[in-house]
């Protein structure tokens, strides 16, 4: 199975199992998280810039309702939150590491919690245990960045540090510390619902597309192959007639454009019902596979296409080639089908397959037609089959026919 099918089963198991937990099975989590890295550290990136900023500028609140902290506050706001959380930010984005990226998050929300603390721990005013509804808008901001489980951990540390803090710091309503430690309960519960709720938002939409992109590809996979089907012989898997004709159109105008000379080599397969009738259909296939393949062996140019126009019949078309090249393709190919040696019981000559071969070149002018080509290289194999077959014939720009003799005869 490859590794896209292998992918798309994963998808479709979660699916249909679901994920009350936020985790994917491990391959599909470490993709998830990883096709989501570069956005959230863009994101998470900018965030904490803004989160040092904003955390710098509670220092009005340290003036006005703790200002025997103000120095202090200032100090650490500014000497030890900044500088921490923009060395993170830093390491974030040079290692890129996307469970390390969410974990960082809530580090960052946890350090401000506990700096936050040290500095209301340092306040000799009454209205320090005010403050700690600050700690609230740490938690909201964190949580709004932050995946499920990260964000879990920050709310029992954060939970914990309250809960110190209203035992430790004084509070002279006697209401307060109990009042600021039900509301950070309250909107930690609410926070964790709609982070939980956006993250298998974002998870469930991340499946379906995936799911979607895998139906994508197969149905490009089988359009693929349905048009390589259109335009390939099942039995030979060289180009058919259609896509012959459709790429012999194309190269003649790009020929013709360019003034480049093309040829056009036609292979009949002497005898070759004959040999049907003495070995069997069955073994004619296989010979029409062979001849295939030894066609494709000869001509390994880019551009070139080999094709079968149908029963024992096949063309090789060359582009921006001169004749001298093309008749000593077609030389190759004769030799080559023969060199095979497949026997061939029902032939009059040769007792092995062979194969008679026309060739014809061209310059196109304007007003040519790609059909000259073809009845030149046609009329060509015609005079290779006439004076006795297995060998090549061609034509070249002063419309001569000229053949290479079979092995043991003399020119013609």
Request: net charge neutral.
């Amino acid at each position: 199975m490859s590794v896209e099918a292998e992918h798309a089963e994963r998808v479709e198991q979660t699916l249909a199992q679901g994920f009350p937990a936020l985790s994917f099975p491990a391959a599909l989590e470490t993709h998830f998280l990883a096709q989501a890295e570069g956005s959230r550290r863009r994101a998470i990136t900018e965030a904490g810039l803004a989160a040092v900023l904003l955390f710098a500028g509670m220092v009005v609140a340290d003036a006005l309702l703790t200002p025997d902290t103000v120095k202090f506050a200032l100090a650490v706001r500014l000497l030890v939150f900044g500088p921490v959380v923009l060395v993170g930010l830093a390491v974030l984005n040079a290692l890129r590491i996307p469970w390390l990226t969410e974990w960082l998050i809530v580090l960052a929300g946890m350090f401000a919690v506990a700096l936050t603390a040290l500095i209301l721990l340092q306040a000799e005013g009454r209205w320090a245990v005010a403050r700690l509804v600050e700690i609230n808008i740490i938690v909201v901001y964190t949580c709004t960045l932050a995946r499920f489980w990260p964000a879990l951990a920050l709310a029992v540390f954060t939970m914990a540090m309250q809960l110190g803090l209203a035992s430790t710091l004084p509070d002279f309503t006697g209401v307060l510390a109990i009042n600021t430690t039900l509301l950070l309960g309250a909107v930690t519960v609410f926070t964790l619902y709609g982070n939980y709720t956006l993250e298998r938002d974002e998870r469930m939409a991340y499946l379906l597309a995936q799911r979607e992109q895998a139906l994508q590809d197969a149905l490009h996979t089988s359009h693929q192959q349905l048009a390589r089907m259109a335009r390939t012989d099942a039995l030979t898997e060289v180009a058919n007639r259609r896509h012959a004709e459709d790429f012999l159109a194309q190269t003649w105008a790009h020929a013709q454009q360019r003034q480049v000379p093309m040829a056009l080599v036609m292979i009949d397969i002497d005898h070759f019902k004959r040999y049907n009738d003495h070995h069997g259909h069955l073994s004619g296939d296989r010979c029409l596979q062979a001849v295939a393949r030894a066609l494709g062996a000869c001509s390994r140019r880019a551009g070139d296409l080999v094709a079968r126009l149908g029963g024992e019949e096949f063309v090789l078309i060359m582009n921006d080639v001169d004749h001298a090249s093309a008749l000593s393709v077609a030389q190759r190919i004769q030799a080559s089908v023969q060199a095979l040696g497949v026997p061939h019981g029902g032939s009059p000559g040769v007792p092995v397959v062979t194969v008679s071969v026309g060739v014809a070149s061209m310059r196109p002018r304007p007003g040519d037609d790609a059909l000259l080509l073809m009845k030149r290289a046609d009329d060509a194999l015609y005079a290779a089959k006439a004076q006795g077959r297995n060998r090549v014939c061609d034509m070249g720009g002063d419309g001569v026919i000229r053949c290479t003799p079979a092995a043991g005869e003399g020119r013609a």
